[in-house]
């Protein structure tokens, strides 16, 4: 059986995988200069943690997480119809987001202790959601995230904000093409009003609205405002907004981001139904998106705070904000606007062996060359010389270094100049630091290779 990949993943490899690997160095860089250190949690935690973190009523949570069992807790699932008699540390879910996980992790480390400094960590890494796939939405898909846990400051709204945009900036978006749309939420103080609000206001309009919609009043009324029907959205454009709801403290709080923004020349959008898909943010929340090349899935990154979500995963109270960007989104933004993530096509120095004698003379070669650093390539099918120089060609080699009878009979290579055909002689014995010396020339390094 020719077994195929499941729908909606994909193998990561060649340019796409050094574009993922790109973007993370990217981030390494960038988030590095805001104090961020990167973190790894696993891939599945515990269904509580999504259940708690996410919110029961979420599509996240209800619709689309893939559940986990190991050989025979699977086979009592079966058996039982329900996994309701598994231990709770036996009902695992890969993880559809990183955020839950990474509270979790927070709380279990004890990173941020009572009246600690705030922690700033990043990560990099597959997510998974059985969502109904289409361009830019699949059912394994790769997060580059952030958050920060210890302080409710309005700056740090800002300053994560911001360092998202920089993020953006640096992989090669325009941002003439990004529109960064933001909003406030509440918090417990103003926040249930505006939900009720907002539920008597579809249950006015029940006979105008989806039957999605209606159970929505009862469960998570916010989430009509995102409703895929037109006419809901429609109705939806005359409910209650947040922005006249919100309590004094929260209002302030989303002036002096705004403020902050303003101050560091961020262009933004006040969206008032920006509510966001996941039950954990408080106060600020924030979407990046981008229209070009997209298809429906404009979203390229999102985030917010998410001040209760430390007790939420059985922590002490703790403030806490960030955001997370999707990788095959950013693919598809940057490819539109003909940006190049993956860079060029690696080079080599590729030695070829002129004479089956020559042999274990290439294999001497390519070792000494790699032990000083040089990316060293050859034959292992016995090819003809020709054959050989072409699949130099074909793995972008700088230089060829060929070694045949005469040359070993002299202890000498040739050392061709794959893009200038010039060659010159080279002592076998200093081959390895001749090379590395002409590889790393700058005007050498520097010049167009055919790639
Ligand atoms: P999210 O908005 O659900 O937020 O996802 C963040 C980004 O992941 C989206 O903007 C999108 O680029 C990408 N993404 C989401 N689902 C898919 C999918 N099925 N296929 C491809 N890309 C996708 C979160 O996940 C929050 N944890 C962000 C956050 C961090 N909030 C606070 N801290």
Redesign the pocket.
Same mark, same amino acid.
């Given at each position: 059986m020719q077994a195929k990949k499941p729908e +909606?993943t994909e193998d990561l490899f060649g340019a796409r995988m050094r574009a993922w690997q790109a973007m993370q160095a990217t981030a390494a860089d960038v988030f590095g200069r805001y104090g961020f250190s990167a973190i790894e949690t696993p891939a599945m935690e515990q269904v509580d943690v999504f259940v708690h973190g #996410?919110g029961q009523s979420t599509d !996240?949570v209800r619709k @689309?997480m893939f559940r986990v069992f190991s050989g025979q807790n699977f086979a009592n699932v079966l058996e039982a119809g329900t996994d309701a008699k598994l231990k709770p540390g036996k009902r695992l879910a890969l993880r559809? @987001? +990183?955020? %839950?996980g990474?509270v979790r992790a927070a709380v279990e480390n004890t990173f941020v202790p009572q009246g600690g400094a705030p922690v700033k960590m990043w990560y990099a890494g597959p997510?998974f *959601?059985g969502?109904r796939?289409q361009k830019?939405?699949? *059912?394994q898909?790769? =997060?580059v995230?952030?958050?920060v846990l210890g302080a409710p400051d309005p700056a740090l709204d800002a300053e994560v904000i911001i360092m998202l945009m920089d993020f953006y900036e640096e992989l090669g978006l325009d941002r003439s093409k990004m529109r960064l749309l933001i909003n406030s939420m509440g918090d417990p103080a103003c926040r249930p009003a505006y939900r009720d609000a907002v539920a008597t206001f579809i249950r006015e309009h029940a006979d105008e609205m989806c039957e999605e919609c209606l159970v929505r009043a009862d469960t998570n009324p916010l989430r009509a405002f995102d409703c895929k029907n037109d006419a809901c959205r429609a109705v939806m454009a005359d409910a209650p907004l947040i922005t006249d709801a919100l309590c004094d403290e929260c209002a302030e709080h989303y002036a002096k981001v705004k403020q902050y923004l303003d101050e560091a020349g961020i262009a933004y959008e006040e969206d008032p139904t920006l509510v966001? +898909?996941?039950d954990?943010?408080t106060r600020t !929340?924030f @979407? !990046?998106q981008v229209t070009e090349g997209m298809g429906a =899935?404009s979203?390229? +990154?999102?985030?917010? *705070?998410?001040d209760g979500l430390m007790e939420l995963e059985g922590g002490k109270p703790t403030p806490? #904000?960030?955001? %997370? !960007?999707?990788? @095959?989104?950013?693919m598809l933004a940057l490819e539109a606007q003909g940006v190049n993530l993956a860079g060029p096509e690696p080079t080599c120095v590729y030695v070829v062996s002129a004479a089956p004698e020559c042999r274990d003379a290439v294999f001497r070669a390519c070792l000494g060359l790699r032990r000083a650093g040089v990316t060293a390539e050859a034959d292992y099918q016995g090819r003809s010389m020709k054959s050989q120089m072409k699949q130099a060609d074909k793995h972008h080699a700088r230089l060829c270094v060929i070694i045949g009878p005469d040359e070993l009979a002299a202890g000498e290579a040739t050392v061709r100049d794959m893009r200038t055909h010039e060659q010159r002689s080279v002592p076998l014995e200093n081959l390895a630091c001749d090379v590395r010396d002409l590889v790393n020339d700058d005007a050498f390094a520097q010049a167009d290779f055919p790639a």
């Open positions: +909606g #996410i !996240v @689309e559809p @987001e +990183g955020t %839950a990474f997510m *959601r969502e796939v830019g939405r699949l *059912r898909f790769h =997060q995230g952030a958050e966001r +898909g996941l954990y943010y !929340v @979407e !990046v =899935q979203a390229i +990154g999102g985030g917010g *705070r998410y806490g #904000i960030g955001f %997370a !960007v999707g990788f @095959e989104r950013i």
